[in-house]
Nanobody, 126 residues
Framework: QVQLVESGGGLVEAGGSLRLSCAASGGIVSRYVVAWFREEPWKEREFVASIKWSGGDTYYSDFAKGRFTISRDNAKNTVSLQMNSLKPEDTAVYYC???????????????????WGQGTQVTVSS
C-alpha cells in the first residue's frame, strides 16, 4: 500500500497562489489514482481533483476548475496541486489520497480511497 506525505501548505492572501506536493512511496504508483481532498472545520471532507498516474487523466470538482491544476512528476513520484486565485473559502486542511486505478468510473467519495497523507493546512486571508 502506498504511503503519502503532503507538503507546501501555508498562509497566503486572497488572490495569491500555493503549490501543494504529495510524495508517494512504498507501492507501484503507476497502479494508482491520486486525489486531493480538503476539509474545513465541522464540514465533510470534499473532493478537489484527481489524476490517474498511468495516462495522466485528470478530473476536477466544479470549484477547482479553472483555478487549480493537478499534475504528476514520474521521476519524483510526486503529485502536485497548483492553486491560483485563492479565496478565503479555500481555507482548509488539504489531504492527498490514493486508490487502485481499477475501472473507468471517476470516484470522488472519501471511502473510495485507501491511503491518506497527514494533511497540510492552507489558510487564505481576506
Amino acid at each position: 500500500q502506498v504511503q503519502l506525505v503532503e507538503s507546501g501548505g501555508g498562509l497566503v492572501e486572497a488572490g495569491g497562489s500555493l503549490r501543494l506536493s504529495c510524495a508517494a512511496s512504498g507501492g507501484i504508483v503507476s497502479r494508482y489514482v491520486v486525489a486531493w481532498f480538503r476539509e474545513e472545520p465541522w464540514k465533510e471532507r470534499e473532493f478537489v481533483a484527481s489524476i490517474k498516474w498511468s495516462g495522466g487523466d485528470t478530473y476536477y470538482s466544479d470549484f477547482a476548475k479553472g483555478r487549480f491544476t493537478i499534475s504528476r512528476d514520474n521521476a519524483k513520484n510526486t503529485v502536485s496541486l497548483q492553486m491560483n486565485s485563492l479565496k478565503p473559502e479555500d481555507t482548509a486542511v488539504y489531504y492527498c489520497a490514493a486508490r487502485g486505478a481499477t475501472g473507468t468510473t471517476i470516484k470522488v467519495a472519501r471511502n473510495d480511497y485507501i491511503s491518506w497523507g497527514q494533511g497540510t493546512q492552507v489558510t487564505v486571508s481576506s
